[in-house]
């Protein structure tokens, strides 16, 4: 059964980044596009790499869509969904991701 999990608090993420939580046995990343409460959760890990750094990408915007780049290759993800733009088999997971009463929670 999955259950809503608080992370942190909103203003802890600063705006055009993420950071990584983990969430039960899962390490998340949450990211904050914008100077305002809508997040977004993903899985931290990069398939491509199986390594824990895309809480530490770059958000950008592509058809009207977020994505995150990989630091490492620069793949992107897009953050509604974790899709992978280059690669769709190599997609990854994402999380249902809110703001309650300043508190940033993602279910998992």
């Given at each position: 059964?999955?259950?809503?999990?608080?992370?942190?608090?909103?203003?802890?993420?600063?705006?055009?980044?993420?950071?990584?939580?983990?969430?039960?046995?899962?390490?998340?990343a949450i990211f904050r596009p914008r100077n305002d409460d809508q997040v977004f959760a993903i899985s931290n890990i990069d398939p491509f790499f199986e390594a824990s750094?895309?809480?530490?990408?770059?958000?950008?915007?592509?058809?009207?869509?977020?994505?995150?780049?990989?630091?490492?290759?620069?793949?992107?993800?897009?953050?509604?969904?974790?899709?992978?733009?280059?690669?769709?088999?190599?997609?990854?997971?994402?999380?249902?991701?809110?703001?309650?009463?300043?508190?940033?929670?993602?279910?998992?």
């Amino acid at each position: 059964m999955s259950q809503w999990t608080t992370v942190c608090q909103l203003n802890d993420i600063l705006p055009a980044t993420g950071v990584c939580a983990l969430v039960g046995n899962e390490q998340v990343a949450i990211f904050r596009p914008r100077n305002d409460d809508q997040v977004f959760a993903i899985s931290n890990i990069d398939p491509f790499f199986e390594a824990s750094v895309l809480s530490r990408g770059l958000i950008a915007e592509h058809q009207n869509e977020l994505w995150v780049a990989s630091p490492l290759k620069k793949q992107r993800f897009r953050l509604r969904d974790g899709l992978c733009m280059e690669d769709e088999s190599r997609s990854i997971a994402h999380y249902k991701a809110r703001v309650q009463d300043g508190q940033v929670q993602v279910k998992a």
